[in-house]
């Protein structure tokens, strides 16, 4: 079956521009999450969706950056006002819901702030 | 807060050598812990697993055992392939203090000559 995909796939940006990243998880999955993977952070969890539960937020390093998951399905991640530390690879990942679950990972939008 | 440890890289081999590569942990509860890797050009997958202490993970001629005493989940393979060059992840996640999002080492770099 398909796996979780992510669009798009690359961007380039200007600093201060907002910027949407999508993600389709795998269908049935009911926990959300995303990651960021930079040289600098290595990989870092950002938030993560569960059912209806209000989403755990606790990684957002800042106010500009938001997420959303619509129908319990689709979610964008948002950033406004991007700035160059903004820049890195966005790895969105899905699981039925347990912590011992395996998560898979989509293959991620590579984000370059100039 | 949870945290993982692995061996700096990178880490360079000839083919059919032994493969080490280890990983300590820090955490409150009972954390679940995962290997993944990240083969070039492509996204990030589930390697092995063990979600209590003493079990065994395997996959791919990969192996590693979750030992709570030493707080270790170190990975090892008996003969690698050049087709095993990647970069390899390991990660913990702890249902009582953070849920199932994911805590990642740092990486290591694994390349394997002919």
């Known amino acids: 079956g398909a796996g979780v995909s992510q669009s798009p796939s690359n961007k380039v940006t200007e600093k201060g521009k907002d910027v949407e990243l999508r993600c389709d998880p795998i269908s049935g999955h009911t926990a959300l999450y995303w990651y960021r993977q930079s040289l600098g952070q290595g990989l870092e969890f950002l938030i993560y969706?569960?059912?209806?539960?209000?989403?755990?937020k606790s990684g957002l390093p800042s106010d500009r950056f938001s997420a959303e998951r619509t129908g319990g399905s689709v979610s964008t991640l948002t950033i406004q006002r991007t700035q160059q530390e903004d820049s890195a690879v966005y790895l969105c990942?899905?699981?039925?819901?347990?912590?011992?679950?395996?998560?898979?990972f989509g293959p991620g939008t590579r984000l370059t702030v100039l | 807060g949870n945290s993982v440890t692995q061996m700096e890289g990178p880490v360079t081999l000839s083919e059919e050598a032994f493969l080490t590569i280890n990983c300590t942990y820090t955490?409150?509860?009972?954390?679940?812990l995962f290997w993944y890797v990240q083969y070039p050009g492509e996204g990030l997958q589930l390697l092995l697993k063990?979600?209590?202490?003493?079990d065994k993970g395997s996959n791919k001629g990969f192996e590693a055992t979750y030992r709570k005493e030493t707080t270790s989940f170190h990975l090892e393979k008996g003969s690698v392939q050049v087709s095993d060059s990647a970069v390899y992840f390991c990660?913990?996640?702890?249902?009582?203090?953070?849920?199932?999002?994911?805590?990642f080492g740092e990486g290591t770099q694994l390349t394997v000559n002919p």
């Open positions: 955490a409150t509860g009972y954390p679940s």
């Open positions: 990660a913990l996640s702890d249902r009582e203090t953070s849920g199932s999002r994911l805590t």
């Open positions: 990942a899905s699981s039925f819901y347990h912590y011992t679950d395996t998560q898979y």
């Open positions: 063990a979600t209590k202490a003493d």
């Open positions: 969706f569960q059912g209806n539960s209000a989403p755990d």
